[in-house]
């Protein structure tokens, strides 16, 4: 189990939104880089860096992730908005270890396919979802799809795994539902990623036990109730 802080950006701030809603916005921080620095130097390995902006087709941060690439040390995973080959090739050129990619990977499996290919192990599908169907643009739409018969049909391509989001909790720090977490990992061999309620060390506990590979940590981390330091050091 590793433990991995986020940096969402929208407007060129480190935010926090709930349900990913841009006028819930919970956290604004100017100093992203600075943000991110922080992060490692508490011993963080691994970071979630989101371009809110690109996801929702209103705005891009990518220079802003470019220079938080070329700053830190650590594995940087990147996502939002990366809908072409070109995007997530610049990501990958500039440093970052995986890209995540999540409404074309959900629509179009045969760009994920070939994305796939020629960058095994280095993509992520993002399977945000409310209840079992997938959500996509920003979590604006249904895509119509089972979260779990999705992961399935895509098992056999060469992923780093899926990051699996549960938006009617992002942001509101009640707690994880296991349920989802437990069937999707059922669904699948790959590595999933946890994002989406976590709001404890004992959530975390309860993720490394079913078999979640990471535990991303949004506002739990942002507002005080996760100290990070403390969770690095005990999942490790």
């Known amino acids: 189990m590793i433990v991995i802080p986020a940096v969402d950006l929208m407007d060129g701030k480190c935010v926090q939104l709930v349900e990913g809603k841009p006028w819930l916005a919970k956290v ?76 074309k990977a959900i629509t179009d499996i045969g760009w994920l396919r070939s994305l796939s290919q020629k960058h095994p192990d280095k993509v992520i599908v993002a399977v945000d979802a409310r209840g079992s169907e997938i ?16 992961v399935r049909s895509t098992e056999g391509l060469d992923l780093f795994g899926y990051l699996y989001t549960n938006i009617s909790r992002e942001g509101k720090l009640e707690g994880i539902d296991l349920a989802p977490v437990e069937d999707t990992i059922r669904s699948t061999d790959k590595r999933l990623l946890v994002a989406g309620g976590i709001a404890s060390m004992e959530d975390i506990d309860r993720l490394q036990d079913a078999g979640a590979y990471g535990a991303v940590l949004g506002m739990s981390i942002y507002s005080g109730k996760i100290n990070l330091k403390e969770a690095l050091e005990r999942f490790k």
Request: charged letters at 20%; glycine letters at 16%.
């Open 28 to 103: 604004t921080i100017d100093d992203v880089v600075g943000t991110a620095l922080g992060w490692e130097e508490m011993g963080a390995k691994r970071l979630h860096v989101i371009d809110l902006d690109a996801a929702l087709g209103s705005g891009d941060n990518s220079g802003i992730i470019e220079e938080i690439l070329s700053e830190v040390s650590m594995a940087v995973q990147v996502g939002g908005g990366i809908r072409d080959d070109a995007t997530a090739e610049r990501f990958l050129s500039s440093g970052a270890s995986q890209i995540i990619a999540g409404t």
């Open 135 to 150: 959500s996509i643009k920003g979590w604006t739409n249904g895509s119509g799809l089972n979260l779990f018969d999705y």
